[in-house]
Structures are given as C-alpha cells and as structure tokens.
C-alpha cells in the first residue's frame, strides 16, 4: 500500500493527487471562473469575506471528485461544472460557519474571516454561499442532484450539532465518533461523487458505487485529517497539530487512548479535554499516550479500512483514466499522514 | 385607510388577517404538522433549539400567503403546503442567524435561542433548517419555485450583509436603506407569494402580479416594524421598543430625523448611533425628535406607498376570497402601527 506503478519505468512512486488534477484541469478551470463570479456581489464585503477562504489554497479535491465522476460516464455538457462548483460553495460555506461555531483563529496558516471581519460576516457570507450554491443546482436543472445536495446539506449541519453535543464528551463511543464524521465530511463526498453519474444519466449500480466511492473515501478523509491534529505518524509536528486538543474534540485518536488508558489517564484526559488544561505540555503527554496505546496508528489502520471499501466500490467499473485517478486518490489522501 | 366595509352590518371594522387564517386553516395545519416533522431529527438538541423559535407564536404570514396564493389560482396538490413550510423554514433559519448576527437576548418576548444554547448551536440549526427547507422544495419538483426560493436565499443573505456594512453609518441614505429591506424582507415575501401561482401553472402575468403584491407587502411590513420599533404612532410603547436604537441600526425613522435634524441633532445622533450613548434617556429623546421631524408618521407614509402598489398589483385579479384576504392583510401590517 501506499504506492502505485508507474508503468513507464516500473518504478515504484508514490500515490498522487496528480492524474485527477490534470484530468479535470480544464473543467476546473471552468469551476475556478464560476467560483469567482458566483461569489461576487455589489455587496463588496461578500467577494472579500469569500475570496480570502476560496483563495487560501484549498486542494479543491470534492470538485474534482464530482468532475471526474462526471466525464467517467462520457457526460459532456456544462451541469458538471456547475454541480461542482456547488459543491466547493457549500463546502467553503460550512468552512466559515465552523471557524465561528469553533471560534478557531486560523485556517489553512492563515487567520480566519471571522479573525478579520468578524463571526458576523462569517455566518452571513456562509449564508450567501449556500444559497448561490442551491442556485447553480437549481440551473443544472437535475432533480436527482438536487435531491442529494440539498439532502447533503440538511445531514452536514445535522453532524456539526452531533459534533457539538459530543465536543468535550470522552463518554462518546466509536461508533458516535463515526456518526458524526459520516454526517459532517462523508456526506458531501459521497453527493460530490454521486451527482457525477447522476447528471451522466449513468445507471442506478453506477450511482451507487460511486456514493459508496464517496462516503468511505469522505471517512478515510476525516480520519486522516484527525490523526495529523496530533501529527499523524511522523514525529515532525505540522503548523496545526494541537487544535481539536486545545478545542477538546473527542476525535479516534482521543477516543482510543481514553479507552485505552489506565485509570491515571484517564484523570488526565479529562483534566485536558473535559477541562481546560491543554497547554503545549499537556500536548506533548497526550501524543505520548497516542503512541504508547497504538492510537494513531489504528486510527490510520480505520483509515485505511474504509480507503479499501472505497476502493472496491469502483472495481466493478469499466477501466478508465479516471476511474484509477479516483483510486490513486484514496491512497494519496491515507498517505498524506506519512 | 385603516378600514375595510364590512358588507353584513354597513359598519367599518379594523383590517384584519382574519380572513386569511380562515381560508388558509386547513392548509395550516398541514403545514404545521410538517414544521413539527421536518424539525425533528435524532440529534435532540435540534428539535429542541428549532421548536423554542417555532412555537414562539409568530404570525406565520409567509406562508399563509404562499397558501392563499396557490389556492387563487385553483393548486389542489399538496405542493404548496411544502412550498410553504419551506418558507417558514427560511424564515427561522434567518432569524436564528440574525440573533446570532445582532447579539439579540429576546426575541417575541422569549430569550433568543442563543441565549440559551449559544451562538453555536443557533448557526448550525439554522444552516439545518435551510437544508430542509431545500429538502421540501425539492420533493415538489418544480423547477420553477425551485429558482424563485434558492434566489431568494442568496438575496435574503446580500441584504442582511449590506446591512451589516450600513449598521452605524448615518450616512446611509434613504435609498440604501430601501435596498436593505427589499433584499433582507421583501425577497422572501415575494418568493413566497410567486411560488403560489408558479405551482399552480398559472400565467406569467399572474405571476407577475403576486410576485409585485410579494415585494411591496413585504418593504411595507418592514418599514412598519421599524417604526414599531420607535414605538409607532402610539405614545404607549410596546417592549421591545427601543432595540434598534441601542443596537445602532439606521434605519428610516433614524435616516429622516438625522437628514431633517440641526447641527446638535445631528450630534447627537452620532452619539447615539455611531457611538455608545444610547440609554433610556437618549432613547426618549430621539422618540421626541422624531415626533418633531414628522419621521415616524413618514416612515408610515412610506409604507402606505408600497401597500398601494401591492394592492393595485392584484387589482387586475379576478374577484376570489383569496384576494380579497390578501388585500385586507396589506392594511392589517400597515395598521399595526396604530
């Protein structure tokens, strides 16, 4: 695992991000135009709030996902671009409503709208951005897609309040952890990827592989996303190790330990995350006890358990270009925490 | 004005939304019933949060209108009773933001749903209710309201942002303001009037007509509310007179006092407005100049404007009971006041 052939000189490389970039950079190019012009405004506050997040260096990896799921059924009109930059609005809308809701101070090593224009600009332009998402799908004129973002849109909130209900909680068990992840990122990977067949007029087997592609990949995604919160499995810590800790998150790494743990530690979990006491020394205890219990690693192991699901979903499949981009993906996601 | 004949006795009666409850009863019901259901959710702290706004005993004139303007036109499906939940779920989704947005404590004589479960809470079930909302609309399939609503959504968050960017700005003018309330009230009035004859495959010019009854009753109800907040015409000031002043917000009362006002006026009014100094006894005296100023009663006069307009946009209409309910509820906003 963890790497792919390259055909060429049979050596070894690792997965990348790449074929899907280049087999959607024209259409993404068409998404980049829309996004711009879709988050203007006479308001002029609204394109500033919106560009500094859409600007900010985002993989746009759910737009991708729609648009190669789009061409690998032969569609060839213009709802995919619409349906995908659709997409990344709601995303970016659901961005600016967690910095408020988290009241985070930065994102992606910049600080946040709500850090510069405050959380009321923040929920408004957040506001916007859904609506001239619901616009762009009302245009594609798919009732299908419609049904499964705005479906989307109904289960993302509804696990950002589960989140909420959970935050601080270390009585929450695996299984809610799950819950709250499938809601909260799955869900909208999984419509990223089903409205591509949807749209192609694919059959009813080809949606559901690829809604089956985009939910595990949306989980493998999450799990991923937080086990490099306490540095993933490299002892080089990133920018922004320590946030769902400072914030108390009760994510799998966390999880894991607490259950995990002698009674002692479990004293200390609450202290930190039911309490207050996160400071960088408390930091550095938790990712020792992640270590000693396996934590990150089983929760890399989860990671890799749904990856393969994904995976499997698209192997009955026709083989196409984008059919590997999108399973060299899963694995470039996974391995992002090496 | 003020009045309306009441054909049984010869007697002038007081307008009144009486006419619209009983026509729109049946359907009501419904759509409460679907306000109840698709405000559930297993996340408990949804219900609970949507259900302490919901049952705080608002009028539900959006989606009355939405109701009786389906009927006008002969709609005997159930799509209106969904169109219409939807409406009211738009509006409760903008209202918790707005308490986030305006750090409101009371809203309809009740603590804001933010006071009580936080701001946190307050920006995610109202991205919830919106999904559902989208959700509803989706399910009656027309694409048509699907627009008009969705539209809608994007305008309602423009105005709200604009008039965040005009919150203590005395310079804005009358006109600005206009476009404030059109976009941040009127928008969904006007959707919510339209999408009756738009599922009822009634003609464009039909169309037109509700679409026009929508936006004006809708500036008209705005301008009233603002001149409530004043106190209205009325020396007998309601309780929650005075939140504008304290908040800052410029609104027509503040714009034509401050234009009209001397050099001191004008001072104070900064110091009110733009400044901090808006206690109780800034609050009477910006009440008295007002009354000086002829400002209250203009705001008034401007809203009998629009109510105009919205009454000749039906006048074409055949004669229903529908109709006339509509009509009689332009004078009942207006007369409020009183």
Known sequence: MGVVVNLENGKREPASIKPLVELTAADMGRVNELILSRAGSDVELIPEVANHLISSGGKRLRPMVTLAAAQMFGYSGDGHVKLATSVEFMHTATLLHDDVVDESDMRRGRKTARMIWGNQASVLVGDFLLGQAFRMMVDVGSIDALDILSSAASIIAEGE?????????????????????????AALFSAAAEVGPVIAGASRADRNALRSYGVNLGLAFQLIDDALDYGGSSTDLGKN??????????????????????????????????????????????????????????????????????????????????????????????????
Chains 1, 2 share one sequence.
């Open 161 to 185: 309040v589960m989140q909420l209900t959970a935050a601080k909680n270390l009585d929450t068990t695996e299984d809610e952890y799950f819950s709250v992840i499938k809601a909260k990122t």
């Open 241 to 338: 190790v320590g946030d769902d800790f400072r914030e108390g998150k009760v994510t799998l790494p966390v999880i894991l330990s607490y259950r995990r743990g002698t009674t002692a530690e479990r004293q200390f979990w609450k202290a930190a995350i039911e309490g207050s006491e996160a400071d960088d020394a408390a930091l550095e205890k938790a990712i020792g006890l992640m270590t000693r219990h396996g934590a990150i690693t089983d929760t890399i192991a989860r990671a890799r358990h749904f990856g393969d699901i994904a995976r499997d979903a698209l192997a009955p499949l026709e083989t196409t270009r984008q059919k590997a981009a999108l399973i060299e993906v899963i694995e470039f996601c996974i391995s992002r925490v090496n």
